[in-house]
């Protein structure tokens, strides 16, 4: 069954790029084809998985202003064979503005997305921290939306309007659009908090929140400046482990 998933929250520094970076990587590494789709403009993404976000030819940026084909800015990610990625830069910063005037532009990604999507299983979209026309073109693209929480006070800041967001995109422009289900992110087992946060998410957000739970973790933290995920960076680490469960978790998932 393929799926295309959009990762968002517009809250920043809840873990969006690092769920999507290594999610992305422990879905191949489970045998899976796994298309990334860098559309956030810090490109974090792309650098994260070990390709040099300047001297890439073709970007996302190019694609949704038809300057290329989809096939044209697709990149394998070395040592990952079944994983590929159309990176972003800094350029993805102005699209929002040269797309003015475009019609249904809140379409230009899933047209694209819709002449590779049969060559993979997975196509895992890595949103930027706003609800702007990037995300919309994610969630417009997208079958479901999978949403990670910061075990941190703050956490449900911005979910009610994200949930929003995904209902007026549901409404007009996708119908097919769900709330994959929540992730836990930099979870602390040593503090009460993080436990707070989990138990009042769960008793106040209608979604499946999945039963892994991502840990705070140095290793994890390391791994994107050495441009490699954490099941290349440190295999045995604890975030290692989580995120291959999570990629079962997903791979197991009947009801989307």
């Not at 990762?7 to 873990?15: L, P, W």
């Not at 879905?27 to 040099?52: C, H, M, R, W």
């Not at 976000?53 to 697709?74: A, G, P, R």
């Not at 739970?213 to 960076?233: D, F, K, M, T, W």
Request: aromatic fraction near 6%; charged fraction near 25%; proline fraction near 4%.
């Amino acid at each position: 069954m393929k799926r295309v998933i959009a990762i968002a929250n517009q809250k920043g520094g809840v873990g969006k790029t690092t769920t999507s970076i290594n999610l992305s990587a422990c879905l191949a590494e489970a045998g899976k084809k796994v298309l990334v789709i860098d559309t956030d403009p810090q490109g974090n993404a792309t650098s994260g998985l070990g390709l040099d976000k300047d001297e890439c030819e073709n970007t996302v940026y190019d694609l949704v202003l038809d300057q290329c084909s989809i096939k044209e800015c697709m990149y394998k990610v070395e040592n990952i064979p079944n994983l590929t990625i159309i990176p972003s830069n800094v350029d993805l910063a102005g699209a929002e503005i040269e797309l003015l005037g475009i019609n249904e532009k809140e379409y230009i990604l899933r047209n694209a997305v819709d002449y590779v999507k049969d060559d993979f299983d997975y196509v895992i979209i890595d949103c930027p921290p706003s609800l702007n026309m990037l995300t919309i073109n994610a969630m417009t693209t997208a079958d479901s939306v999978l949403v990670p929480i910061q075990c941190e006070y703050y956490a449900l800041e911005g979910i009610s309007q994200l949930i929003h967001t995904i209902d007026l995109v549901q409404q007009r422009l996708n119908s097919k659009l769900k709330i994959d289900g929540v992730v836990f992110t930099m979870y602390d087992k040593r503090t009460n908090l993080s436990s707070d946060v989990v138990d009042t998410v769960k008793n106040n957000l209608n979604a499946t929140v999945y039963q892994t739970i991502i840990p705070r973790n140095v290793r994890l933290a390391e791994a994107p400046s050495h441009g490699l995920p954490i099941n290349l960076y440190d295999e045995k680490s604890a975030g290692a482990e989580s995120y291959r469960n999570l990629a079962k978790e997903i791979i197991g998932r009947k009801d989307l």
